[in-house]
């Protein structure tokens, strides 16, 4: 098994970075747990450092009380370990690994990218303080480390054909429920998804997003006992599912539906929504037809979508068009955002990204989301994963399999 420092090194080699000084307190640096592969049970109390250059042997800077448990966590490192106690002496340990050095740590200029931005300003004040040359962000390197397996990929397509069969199924209740004249509530939807996620062995984290009417207008809705709608003519329908198969990526989509025929303005927005997801992928793949991985950064995808979607409908888009999509649902990888962040993290291969933009004019009351998932594939490109939506379900008119065939593009 390849060693944690052997990894950094690795990554080191296409920066000009001198090196990577990875820190950590009592898990303010969570990123430090992933790359150096900490195990689970080490107890660490104190701060730590741990320098590793470009090439040769990383230093580990680490109280002494705990020399112990670093000499077992470093059995199979090409590394030093030298102790301090006082913080006259941790200062003096600085100075001899880092000055003159231009270094990596996980920080975020201006604190731009809050996901990689896990070090403290005091503790990057002491680095420079210590003479180091310049401290630049460690955001691409640590993407290296996230990386899926064909294992993890082969999870996450068995959840986004669950999910695929799920919503199916939701949506088809709810289509006959409509023609047959009864009532339809969003947790009915709910349960529908939920009862197939857990039967498939997976899980979701917490229960899905239905959203009927104006609640499709608040973009982290969630329906409950107290707090829930039963639909109506004339509204819409807004589901946004994910699940994994534990420990293995998430799958996560989102498609919509009327019930009846939709307004003018709501195909208005769902035009703007498609040409939005379409722009933000074309951007992705036109990128890596160029030039394959390397060129395009989270921020671009998001700008194209907003661009595309146009006037009338951007102002009510009030979220980025994606997120890195991991273990976690939001993963710790470059997200498709110049809104809430200018994401520069390059997009990169073996990760996955979700394209979902939405628009959400609550004084119409509706909200319309598209959200598909997007692997990105080292050897072909950018691959979807699910199937992609081509029209709004027409919930409550007509035979289910021609309301199903107009959604996927297959009428």
């Known amino acids: 098994m390849t060693s944690p420092i052997t990894r950094m090194q690795q990554a080191l080699a296409a920066t000009s970075l001198d090196g990577w000084l990875v820190y950590d307190f009592q898990g303010l640096n969570p990123h430090a747990r ?5 195990p689970r049970e080490a107890f660490l109390t ?3 450092f741990v320098w590793v250059p470009r090439s040769g042997q990383a230093v580990v800077l680490h109280n002494h009380i705990e020399g112990g448990t670093w000499g077992e966590i470093t059995r199979t490192w090409n590394a030093e370990r030298r102790a301090f106690g006082s913080h006259a002496e941790l200062d003096a340990a600085l100075r001899a690994v880092v000055a003159g050095h231009t270094l990596a740590m996980e920080y975020s200029p201006n604190g731009a990218v809050p996901y990689v931005s896990r070090v403290d ?21 640590l993407q290296s480390f996230l990386a899926w397996s064909a294992d993890d990929l082969a999870a996450h397509e068995r959840a986004v054909a669950v999910l695929m069969q799920a919503k199916d199924d939701a949506f088809r209740m709810i289509h006959e ?14 349960a529908v998804i939920m009862r197939q996620i857990e039967a498939a062995g997976m899980q979701a984290g917490h ?32 589901i946004d599912l994910w699940a994994q198969e534990p420990g293995r990526p998430f799958a996560d989509v989102t ?9 003018p303005a709501y195909q208005s927005a769902w035009a703007a929504v498609v040409a939005a997801r379409d722009a933000a992928l074309r951007t992705i793949v036109d990128g890596y037809a160029r030039a394959g991985w390397g060129e395009v950064q989270g921020w671009m995808a998001d700008r194209a979508a ?4 146009g006037p009338e409908w951007e102002p009510f888009f009030l979220h980025r068009t994606g997120h890195d999509l991991g273990v976690s649902i939001h993963g710790a990888g470059a997200n498709l955002d110049d809104y809430e962040t200018r994401d520069t993290r390059t997009l990169t291969p073996g990760l996955a990204v979700t394209i979902e933009p939405g628009t959400y004019p609550a004084a119409q009351g509706f909200g319309i989301r598209s959200e598909i998932d997007v692997y ?7 691959r979807v994963t699910p199937h992609t939506q081509a029209a709004p379900f027409i919930l409550g008119e007509g035979d289910w399999a021609q309301v199903r065939a107009r959604a996927y593009g297959q009428d």
Do not use: K
């Not at 429920?177 to 709910?190: N, W």
């Not at 907003?306 to 979607?309: E, F, H, L, P, T």
């Not at 990105?376 to 950018?382: K, S």
């Open 376 to 382: 990105l594939d080292p050897q072909t490109g950018p």
């Open 46 to 48: 104190r701060r730590f």
């Open 177 to 190: 429920r409509l023609r047959a004249g009864q009532p339809v509530t969003e947790l009915d939807a709910q």
């Open 34 to 38: 992933t790359v150096l592969n900490l």
């Open 306 to 309: 907003r661009d595309a979607m």
């Open 121 to 141: 300003a005091g503790t990057v004040e002491r680095v420079r303080a210590a003479g180091a040359a310049a401290i630049e962000t460690s955001a691409d390197l």
């Open 207 to 238: 229960a899905v997003n239905v959203s009927f009417g104006v609640n499709a207008a608040d973009s982290h809705y969630e329906p409950s006992p107290e707090r829930h709608a039963t639909l109506r003519g004339g509204e819409c329908v807004l």
């Open 255 to 263: 498609w919509v539906g009327y019930a009846g025929q939709p307004t």
